[in-house]
């Protein structure tokens, strides 16, 4: 795996490492040419876990307590993909 993947601090940058990890995982691998599909399975947990970040962060920047129970809603959705991840392993 590429340490990009969780040290890039952009999510651009992240999302690229994912992306590039992606390719070059297809390219060796014996599974013949990679379409759509295949791209599509192997990003979405990476896209899931910055749309929860993002999510997350933007809960954060307004302070209310209505928002801190939402900010443990996404902290949960955010471990639960994170644990898809690591299951996986995609990359």
Do not use: F, W
């Amino acid at each position: 795996m590429n340490g990009r993947i969780k040290s890039e601090a952009s999510p651009e940058g992240r999302l690229a490492a994912v992306a590039r990890s992606v390719a070059l995982r297809m390219k060796d691998g014996k599974q013949g040419d990679p379409d759509y599909a295949d791209l599509r399975d192997a990003l979405r947990p990476y896209v899931m876990r910055e749309i929860l970040l993002a999510r997350i962060e933007e809960a954060r920047h307004v302070a209310s307590d209505c928002l801190t129970s939402r900010v443990k809603q996404l902290a949960a959705e955010l471990v639960e993909v994170n644990e898809l991840i690591a299951k996986e392993d995609v990359l």
